[in-house]
């Protein structure tokens, strides 16, 4: 039997966490927005307003997990008896999470709309390799890079993949371990 509570509790905790954040993001680095270059203390700001409201839309009715990585760590826990939690929710919680992300990313999308029509290339070339972008459409590099970061993050440099993955890995392992030994005590 599918948990109703738990997943509009999740889902609606992730749209607004993505939406407050990543809208966040979009309004200091688009160019022509308002906020362009506002500084960096927008976005963080953004993300904890996001985190807030999320956390709030989720209480009495879910852990309030907002993000993957956290609902499978405390899955894992359950199954290996170190953190007891219903491991029978994972699936409305995973479910939630990612049709939360989906739908306040699109909702940024549009209220962003605007500014991504108005650039000398079709969003879809934007979100292609820079290298390409650069050389045979002659499209302003940080415009492309403003446009991606509302959608995903950018490395620092494209070439030390490795690097960027183990950096995307111990960050998610230390959010996760960090939430279920603070939800243990």
Not at 4 to 24: D, H, P, Q, R
Not at 140 to 156: E, G, H, I, M, Q
Request: proline residues 2%; hydrophobic residues 45%.
């Amino acid at each position: 039997m599918i948990d109703w509570k738990a997943f509009s509790a999740e889902m609606m905790g992730t749209l607004c966490l993505v939406l407050v954040g990543n809208g966040s993001i979009a309004f200091v680095t688009i160019k022509r927005s308002k906020g362009y270059q506002a500084g960096k203390a927008i976005p963080v700001l953004g993300f904890a307003l996001g985190l807030y409201t999320g956390l709030a839309c989720c209480q009495g009715r879910s852990d309030g997990h907002l993000n993957p990585a956290i609902t499978i760590a405390r899955c894992f826990c359950d199954v290996c008896g170190i953190l007891s939690w219903q491991s029978h929710l994972v699936g409305e919680y995973l479910l939630g999470q990612v049709l939360g992300a989906f739908l306040g990313q699109v909702l940024v999308y549009l209220s962003y709309l605007q500014f991504f029509t108005r650039s000398k290339s079709p969003l879809r070339s934007q979100l292609i390799d820079r290298d390409f972008i650069d050389e045979e459409l002659k499209v302003d590099r940080s415009y492309v890079l403003a446009t991606r970061n509302t959608f995903c993050t950018n490395p620092a440099d494209d070439k030390i993949w490795l690097t960027n993955i183990l950096n995307e890995f111990i960050g998610t392992m230390l959010l996760s371990m960090m939430a279920v030994i603070l939800s243990a005590q």
